[in-house]
């Protein structure tokens, strides 16, 4: 079984033990995070664990994330993904400028905590948000300027953040130090109100993709040939 099958189906059991309704971080699901410069509050948005989402998935979020910001904070913003399941002790986090997320070995408690104190207001596909001096803040907690000391999850792995006019590529990265697996990308639109998910397919997907392919191009050869 594949890496990334494993990791999915391992959501799925944890999401079956979870509560739809949540008062508090729930173990494996994906916080979509917003911080802007000038904007009084961050946009957090809670999309549940990785087993839960469909392909083309989207969500409704409003213009400008329902008007939390203004056109040009939204435009001007910071955004990036962040999660931590710890029935694999798995750490999810989007690609920053800095690159692919590498998780030293044995960190994933301290990251944890990270995510736990960024999504201890989270409720499964809803919003909060948090004020941006605040501690629990998405940008206190990713988005800081480098050099910036302290306990926070762009210090224990790396800065998540990219631009909104840009995807937000998601990895998984292992408690082992292994190199961390690509599952997709989360994009959001030009206006702020729709935020959509893509999958990537595992290789053995494409492999069979692939194989269809060739079987249809050989039927089509033979086809011409006979004609």
Avoid: H
């Amino acid at each position: 079984m594949r890496k990334q099958t494993r990791l999915v189906l391992v959501a799925v059991a944890a999401a079956a033990m979870a509560t739809t309704v949540q008062a508090a971080y729930t173990s494996g699901d994906l916080l979509v995070g917003f911080t802007a410069s000038g904007a009084a509050n961050d946009y957090l948005f809670d999309v549940g664990p990785l087993s839960g989402l469909s392909n083309g998935e989207t969500w409704t979020l409003g213009a400008n994330l329902g008007g939390n910001f203004s056109s040009a904070q939204f435009s001007g913003a910071d955004w990036g993904v962040a999660g931590a399941l710890s029935l694999t002790k798995t750490i999810y986090s989007s690609e920053g400028s800095a690159g692919v997320p590498v998780e030293n070995p044995n960190a994933f408690n301290t990251i944890k905590a990270n995510v736990v104190s960024l999504g201890q207001n989270s409720t499964l596909n809803a919003a909060v948000q948090p004020a941006q001096t605040s501690a629990i803040s998405w940008y206190s907690q990713t988005d800081q300027p480098n050099g910036t000391v302290g306990n926070y999850f762009f210090n224990n792995l790396d800065n998540p953040n990219v631009k909104t006019a840009s995807a937000a590529t998601l990895y998984a990265n292992d408690n082992l130090g292994d190199p961390a697996t690509l599952l997709g990308n989360f994009s959001i639109s030009a206006d702020g109100n729709t935020l959509t998910w893509t999958g990537v397919p595992e290789p053995s997907t494409c492999g069979l993709l692939a194989g269809f392919g060739v079987l249809a191009l050989w039927f089509r050869r033979r086809i011409n040939t006979n004609k």
